[in-house]
T-cell receptor
Framework: GQQVMQIPQYQHVQEGEDFTTYCNSS?????IQWYKQRPGGHPVFLIQ?????EVKKQKRLTFQFGEAKKNSSLHITATQTTDVGTYFC??????????FGEGTQLTVNP | DAGVTQSPTHLIKTRGQQVTLRCSPK?????VSWYQQALGQGPQFIFQ???????QRGNFPDRFSGHQFPNYSSELNVNALLLGDSALYLC????????????FGPGTRLTVT
């Protein structure tokens, strides 16, 4: 079945450092979504990427969708303590269901 | 504008029992998806309801069933509970039978002893 792999599983950074999480699919995706889940909270939608090679920015967050639509990345510039949480990618295969990766848990040391 | 609500917040059940979880979607949304999230894992898709019918189903046994009502609210039922069913159950709503921008509820934490 469709699998969405996400690395790294954990990332510890000092405040001000950059952070990147990577998402890879075994099959071509229709779109990919990114969610953030704070400790003890629920996933919150961040963004959706649809087009091959698409790049979107939200303030310090940069999202990319690979040319083959099989991989994606989320990059945070100059992390802040408010960035703490687990970041999930979720891939949608045409005609199928949304499949979440295992997430990257980010901790930021002040 | 009310977001997605779920009840109850927490629940403790014994093996073999049955449980019903409830979800009210965000105002204006007509599609509800249910997910199971084990500790330290990503959400796993259980099923999706649209127009009061189950439209898609993940790899979950028939012990997991659901329902959607005319007002778009939904229930998740789990029969013959197992210890492995202990998890956070998340409801997500969206507009249309698609997976664009899902809004998640706070979840129901189910513990099976």
């Amino acid at each position: 079945g469709q699998q969405v792999m996400q690395i790294p599983q954990y990332q510890h950074v000092q405040e001000g450092e950059d952070f990147t999480t990577y998402c890879n699919s075994s099959t071509t995706l229709s779109n990919i979504q990114w969610y953030k889940q704070r400790p003890g909270g629920h996933p919150v939608f961040l963004i959706q990427l649809v087009k091959s090679g698409e790049v979107k920015k939200q303030k310090r967050l940069t999202f990319q969708f690979g040319e083959a639509k099989k991989n994606s990345s989320l990059h945070i510039t100059a992390t802040q303590t408010t960035d703490v949480g687990t970041y999930f990618c979720a891939g949608l295969l045409r005609g199928s269901r949304l499949t979440f990766g295992e997430g990257t848990q980010l901790t930021v040391n002040p | 504008d009310a977001g997605v609500t779920q009840s109850p917040t927490h629940l403790i059940k014994t093996r073999g029992q049955q449980v019903t979880l409830r979800c009210s979607p965000k105002s204006g949304h007509d599609t509800v998806s249910w997910y199971q999230q084990a500790l330290g894992q990503g959400p796993q898709f259980i099923f999706q309801y649209y127009e009061e019918e189950e439209r898609q189903r993940g790899n979950f046994p028939d012990r997991f069933s659901g329902h959607q009502f005319p007002n778009y609210s939904s229930e998740l039922n789990v029969n013959a509970l197992l210890l492995g069913d202990s998890a956070l159950y998340l409801c997500a709503s969206s507009l249309g039978q698609r997976y664009y921008e899902q809004y998640f509820g706070p979840g129901t934490r189910l513990t099976v002893t």
